[in-house]
Every structure is written in structure tokens, then in C-alpha cells.
């Protein structure tokens, strides 16, 4: 079978959706840091319609780390299947917007190069939430961490001794820029931050102070930080996903990405050095995204979470096996419904309603296979802006927290890295050997695995300042819902208890012998 490429374009079949302009005629003016599978799904289908009109916006994908990416679409020309997946079947698309993928460890030059380039206007980055080496409870710099260590002592000025880190990265490209007298990029952060903008600025900006003092000034005044709200549901590919691709195609695509119909990106105009007209092509720009960064993340994101890992708990391997559940349906309907929504403030036209129904249905989608393994991936870094925030807001006001705090419960009960049948599964965290330390003194009886004593367990992991601050812990009102929930998880499975919150209404909850 032949593989996807440029010159393979033309032949495929008549229905398939493919770029609608020259793509030599195409000039690179972003660099992606990090280019997986939710950037391919997402802002570069945006570039790529927004190409059409403005080639002059093209895409030069980099890869931090693995080569698997740049492998899989070098030999296709960079082009490669966006699978929109809906009850109505498989709907290919062909994505021409990124023009290079780079392997910063393999091609430092290079990447300093296109960084460096007046021609790049925006570096966009999508590097997860762990990836800006912070602390998700302060929003501060980890400068202990070992990849922002390694960059503070490499040389500041050339790729000879390449940084590790997306914000090693970005400085070293500012600053090459700086010296040739450059304007600096646009930094575009597309990542599940909470006022993402503002806290890539201040991560970087702890860096400047470590690594480049003398610059701090510059930096603070003339970097721009648009802030987004980026949102479309990406389950990893697989083979299935493969195979389904390559038979639409009749051509191969070593690395399709499959996704949903809908799609939403929310951007802060804040471009000095341009910006592709993306509102010409669904996207909203504003003056401040803020409301939309919330909503989204405290009730797609939090919700996620909690179906993440209530859901994998009870055996539900997919997101839509937990919407079939009617248990879960429901209580994480009330999740938003009673404990997320009034939290938010939106602007007069957002209709949280009918967003609260509309994320059930995409949750819903069966084609979709989104595991809820992958969401519950890295829970320490999310936790913060996707349920503490929400949690933290309805204590300020006296609210009750049941539903979130069952989730936070069943985060750590997760965390523990045995399910409940007491089989080991891999937790994977940048704080899971911390969460290995913690579960072990909290195990019942060393015989019986995946026997807890939730009281031990609460208090551990309550304990993780870098994901609950100093104030929650301290609040009785949290810690014994979340002690509450966790004993029914520890002592009744989480079956049983998503049913009792489930029918219960909170005040109930608090009579409920467990
Ligand atoms: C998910 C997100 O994996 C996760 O943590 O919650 O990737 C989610 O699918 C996207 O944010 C949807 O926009």
C-alpha cells in the first residue's frame, strides 16, 4: 500500500477533505513545541484552513524528546489523517500545516535556527501540564527540578549544550533573537493551565531571574502571552485507528490522530508580530479568556478526572462505558450541575446548561475509544485547576464540596496503584514515587493488597503541598469530606459508593453510616 505523502495526494479517493492550497507556496512563521497528537488535532487544523487564505503561516513541528513523531511523518511530507469520529461514522481529513517536524536532543541547530528566524512569529507549545516544570499549586518555577537544573548550567548562547526544557528552549530562542536584533515571538501556550498565558510568563520569567538577571526587565516588558482555552477530545491512536485510516485512504498513515466532531479554541488577541485570521476559521478571539479557561477546565477537565478515575476504579475502561453507567452519568451531572457551575461567571451568551449537555454527549460518543487510563495519567499536575479551584470557591462561600471531594478521593484511592481487586497497575505521575511511599504505610494488612485504611491514606496524601497548597488540608470542611468519601471507596468499592452519591443529595450524605 502506498504511504501518505505529497505526490500519494492526488490519489485518493474523491471524498476525502485535503489541503485546498499549494503547500510549497507555504511559509514556516510558527514553531510547535511538542507536537502530539492534541496539537495535530487542534491548532494546526486551524492553521491548516487558515492557509487557504494566508499561506504565510505555516507550521515547523518540534519534538522535545522522542523521535517517533518526525519518524512517522517525514517520509508523508509532514501530512498525516485527522479522523473525526462521530456516531455518523469516519470522517478523514488531510492536514497539510505542518511543513517540518524537528528533534530538538537530534537537530539543536536547527530548532535554534527556526527560533531564531525573523520569519517565526509565534512559538505555540503543547507540552502537557508537566511539561513547564512548575508547581501546579503555586504556578512558581520548580528550580529544582532536574530538566530546569541541567538548562540554568548549560551555555546560555549557543545549541552547543542544548536545553531539555520547553522554557530552556524558549529563553534560548529570545535570546538569539534578542542579539540579532529580532522581535521577540509571540509565545502561544495551548496547554490545560488555568490562566495559561499569565502562568508560562511567570514560569518564565523565574527562569530569566536565575539564568539571565540582567535581561529580567526586558523580558517582563516586551514578551506577549495570549492566554487560550483549547478544547477538543483526542484519544490516543491505535492500530484499530490505523487500519480504519489506511482502508478511507487506500493509502497508509503511520501516525493518524483520531478525534471528535467538535472543536473550540479561545484565544486572547495579543499577537505584536501577527497572527494567522484565525476568526475567519471558528476560532474566538478576545479580550479576555478567562471564564471560558474555567469553565472549560472545572467542568470538561474536572469532570473528566472524576470519570477518570471513579471510572477506572469500577472497571470502565473508556469515558463512554462511564456515560453508560447511569450511576456515574448522574452524579457527574450533578457535579456540574450543583457543585461546578455555580462557581462561574460567564459573559452573558454562554448558556452553562446546554454546555452541561453537550459535554455529556461528547463524553458519550461511542466512537471515541478515550481511555480513562490515559486521562487519569499525571493527576498531580491537573488536580489543581481542575477540582481544587471549584473546591476552594464553593468553601469560600460556605457551599457544600461532596461530588468533588468524592473525586479528589478517588484520585488518591487511584494514586495507590492497585485497583480493587488488589492487582497492581502502573501510576503514571511525576510525583508517583511519592504516592508509592505514601499508600504503603496506609495498606491494612500487607496480605491483603488494595486493602487501605482511608483515614491513613487521606492524611498522606492530603499532606502534597505542591497539589493542595497549605489552605485545603487545613480545612476540616475538606478533609472530612474527602476522609468521608475515601472510607466508603476503601470499605465499599467504588460501585457502591458512585451509587449512594449518585442518589444522594449532599446533606444526606453527611447522615450516611458508611
Ligand atoms: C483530558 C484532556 O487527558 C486529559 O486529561 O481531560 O486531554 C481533554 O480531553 C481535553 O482537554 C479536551 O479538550
Redesign the pocket.
Known sequence: MARLSDATLRALPEGIHRPGYDRTGTTVAIVHLGIGA?HRAHFAAYVDACLADDPGWAICGVSLRSPRTRDALAPQDGLYTLGVQSEAGLEPRIIGSVREVLVAPEQPGALLDRLADPATRIVSLTVTEKGYCHDPATGRLKSDHPDIVHDLAADAATADQPPVSAIGWLWLGLMARHRRGVPPYTILCCD?LPSNGATVRQVLLDYVALKDPDQAVWAAENLAFPSTM?????PATTDHDRAMIAAALGAEDAWPVMTEPFSQFVVEDWFPQGRPKLERHGVTLTGNVEPFENM?LRM??GS??ALAYLGYLAGHETVAQTMADASLRRLIGAMMTSEIIPTLSMPGDVDLPAYHDGLLRRFANPALQ?RTY??A?DGSQ?LPQRLLGTIRDRLSIGEPIDRLALAVAAWIRFATGRDETGAAFTVQDPMAERFAALALPAAIEKDQPGRFDAEALATGFLGLTAVFGKDLPEDDRFHEAVVRALKMLCEQGSRATIAAYAKLGASQLEDTEV
Open positions: 492534541f490545560n483549547v478544547d477538543r477530545i483526542v472549560k470538561l477537565n473528566h478526572s478515550h490515559q486521562i495519567m491537573k
